[in-house]
């Protein structure tokens, strides 16, 4: 972190503290309040961290203003069009683009390291058929450290290596277990010589009874997603996989705990909410309906997709996911999808309306992904695990930054406290 010794000066209680201003690369500048309670005895408050940095960080910037997301410097755009998912996921781990050999050596690794250890599929014995896949992956990305013991030891940099390379590879094939178990289909195995992206999709559509050739056009949009889900700076997912990793947890259990965050409707269960919505409003002239509904205070209805806590204009990665989604229903010969339709015109009439446009709510990820996953042959359900196996890879960037950084404190936030005073007990004959 650059030190630009500049400060701001704090007023309090008749005191004035002199607070270091920090300099990022790009962004905005942050007053350095780590001093602050010790100095003037007073917390600051931000419930829901609008104004706070938990962290320096260098793999994911975000300009909200701008509606610009880079990679490790590299803007999504251009990692969208030119790259693909497992060169992406070695930038975020490095920092930097791999050689071809770093390539080969890298995907190879991968690759070798998909299939699970065979007792896991007891796991999914357990839960219900009709369990949330989710709630699956939840549980069985936690059972992880109870397999891979020689890569639990966090303060080993090989074995943090090992437990970030297991996670990258086996994730999509937990995520294909989780939906074979759910529709009754047998499990199956990847394959190593299809590609990441290849391989899930083989894993999750084929069968035993027939030979399947996966479609390469399903493929680049499946690789696709995955780039356009690996990272995004410090969301509720990320921040729940530093803060349970900043007590020394093990790396699988923390992702676990990035798992259950994300599955929540306000993050990455907005793909699922926001199809189930767009199929809800069912036709064009439904639309006024729901956007009123949308606006009424008194109505807890929201336009699943839409908003963002820092985006304030296009989330980058809805217009590339939207272009994505013509091009994907158009290659499969799906013309007139009325879904498509709906959430296009939604769209438009939403950032026609004074309430979206002041408050810069814009389509965000969630919004246009559900219908090329609907158009791939998902269930709805399946979205929020495409979402997670996706962003592992940030997960465990953002997690073996936190580790390899000395200066590592356990994540402990205080209170604003409106409870009782002290008070004696009283016996219940008194009561
Ligand atoms: C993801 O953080 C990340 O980076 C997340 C993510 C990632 O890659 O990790 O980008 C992935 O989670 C994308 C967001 C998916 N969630 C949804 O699409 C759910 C619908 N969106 C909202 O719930 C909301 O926009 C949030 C949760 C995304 C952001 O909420 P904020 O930043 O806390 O903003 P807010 O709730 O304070 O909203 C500001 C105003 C409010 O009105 P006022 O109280 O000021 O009058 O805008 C309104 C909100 O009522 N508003 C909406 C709305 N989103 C915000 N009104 C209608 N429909 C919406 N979708």
Redo the contacts with the bound molecule.
Sequence with gaps: MADTKKTATLSYEGKSYELPILSPTVGPEVIDIRKLYAQADVFTYDP?FTSTASCESAITFIDGDKGELLYRGYPIEQLAEKSHFLEVCYLLLNGSLPTEAQMENFEGRITRHTMVHEQMHYFFRGFRRDSHPMATMVGVVGAMSAFYHDSLDINDPWQREVAAMRMIAKLPTIAAMAYKYSIGQPFVYPKNNLDYASNFLHMCFSVPAEDYTVSPVLAKAMDRIMML?AD??Q???TSTVRLAGSSGANPFACVAAGIACLWG????G?NQA?LEMLREIGTVDRIPEFVAK?KD?NDPF?????????YKNFDPRAKVMKESADEVLDLLGIHNNETLRVAKALERIALEDEYFVS?K?YP???FYSGIILEAMGFPTAMFTPIFALSRTVGWISQWKEMIGDPALKIGRPRQLYIGETTRDYVPVAQR
């Design positions: 829901g889900h995004h700076e969301n509720a997912s409707p306000a993050h990455g907005a926001a949308a205070k929201r336009l699943m997709g839409f908003g963002h806590r820092v408050k709510l965000n990820v969630d």
